[in-house]
């Protein structure tokens, strides 16, 4: 089992910062690739960004040039820096780690944390 804690949510003007972190505890040692997703109210939950165990990192094409996703692995930490942020932006965010015990692979989400970017 793994669970996920996601923090650093809140209100933010347009244009600002906010950098959210997500905190793994339990079976870490199985954790590969990990994803920020968001869900903004009444629209479908859409992937924002993916990373590989080796770093290697995806963007979705609204958040490329102004989202980092980061990952320090002995820290069991998971991060999104956001800048330039939009009203679109105002979302639900969750973290999603997937569990590889090379026989299976068994994703686990957070709670998610609320991003309100106000205009």
């Known amino acids: 089992q793994v669970q996920l804690v996601e923090s650093g949510g809140g209100l933010v003007q347009a244009g600002g910062s906010l950098r959210l972190s997500c905190a793994m505890s339990?079976?870490?040692?199985?954790?590969?690739?990990m994803r920020w997703h968001r869900q903004a109210p009444g629209k479908e939950r859409e992937l924002v960004a993916t990373?590989?165990?080796?770093?290697?990192?995806n963007y979705a094409d609204s958040v490329k040039g102004r989202f980092s996703i980061s990952r320090v692995n002995w820290k069991n930490m998971l991060y999104l820096q956001m800048s330039s942020l939009k009203p679109e932006d105002t979302a639900v965010y969750y973290c999603n780690a997937d569990c590889d015990d090379n026989w299976s692979i068994t994703p686990y989400w957070g709670q998610g944390t609320q991003v309100t970017v106000s205009s």
């Open positions: 990373i590989t165990t080796s770093g290697g990192t």
């Open positions: 339990g079976d870490t040692i199985c954790i590969s690739t």
